[in-house]
């Protein structure tokens, strides 16, 4: 078994449907999937689906991409959701992740993408990372420890300063660097990154397979229990 944690933060953190507040979100509402990316607003749509969630991107509603100057996935998140939620007047879920590598001291971290350059060209970023790991001598499985992380962020459109409420919901997932890439579903570093326990990649496992362990799914549970309707449960 993958090894996955999670944790909740934010303005709001710890209320829950039916403890004192109302459900922030409910069979039939809409929502923003803040992201131009098509892999993650592929795999958020996968997730909201069964909640009878409306969804619709950043780039369908030709929403500007806003400048992630956070220092962390939270802050990001955060940066994409509020600017989502203000622009379009409903409800935005923004996704900020990335790979962290042990022995790069946490690269490529926040500048996961940035590392494939001005095109986002994963090829090339998964060509560095591995090459960065040679460079420090790192060639078991145990010297090429890495980790997924995803931090969630739903804010709701808010007055002059912005959003009135947000809530913030980090996922991790374990494994292993593996070399060469292996796979051609999922996207980004997928085809490099092995979890804990398995013996596919990301990239070679069936989506249903890698939605009930990723990174994504850990946040994206502790963000259906903290803001659906009777915890997302018709």
Request: a negative charge.
């Amino acid at each position: 078994m993958s090894d996955v944690t999670g944790q909740q933060s934010g303005k709001g953190a710890g209320r829950q449907p039916g403890k004192g507040s109302e459900p922030l979100l409910k069979t039939g509402d809409r929502l923003v999937v803040a992201s131009h990316n098509e892999g993650k607003v592929r795999e958020i749509r996968d997730l909201l689906e069964p909640f009878g969630i409306e969804t619709v991107s950043a780039a369908e509603l030709d929403l500007p991409e806003p400048e992630e100057t956070g220092t962390t996935f939270a802050a990001n998140a955060l940066i994409k959701a509020e600017s989502a939620a203000n622009e379009a007047g409903i409800a935005a879920l923004a996704d900020d992740s990335g790979l962290e590598v042990e022995a790069l001291g946490g690269e490529p971290g926040i500048f996961s993408a940035r590392w494939g350059g001005e095109e986002k060209d994963f090829d090339l970023a998964m060509t560095r990372v591995h090459e960065a790991l040679e460079e420090k001598g790192a060639a078991s499985p145990a010297e090429r420890r890495a980790n997924f992380i995803c931090a969630l962020c739903l804010a709701l459109p808010g007055g002059e300063r912005g959003m009135s409420d947000h809530r913030i919901f980090e996922g991790r997932v374990f494994g292993h660097i593996n070399w060469p890439p292996r796979g051609d579903r999922g996207f980004g570093y997928d085809p490099i990154f092995t979890p804990d326990g398995h013996d596919l990649t990301f990239a070679e496992m069936e989506p249903q397979a890698k939605h009930d362990m990723s990174h994504r799914a850990a946040a994206f549970k502790l963000f259906v229990e903290s803001c659906f309707e009777n915890n997302g449960n018709a």
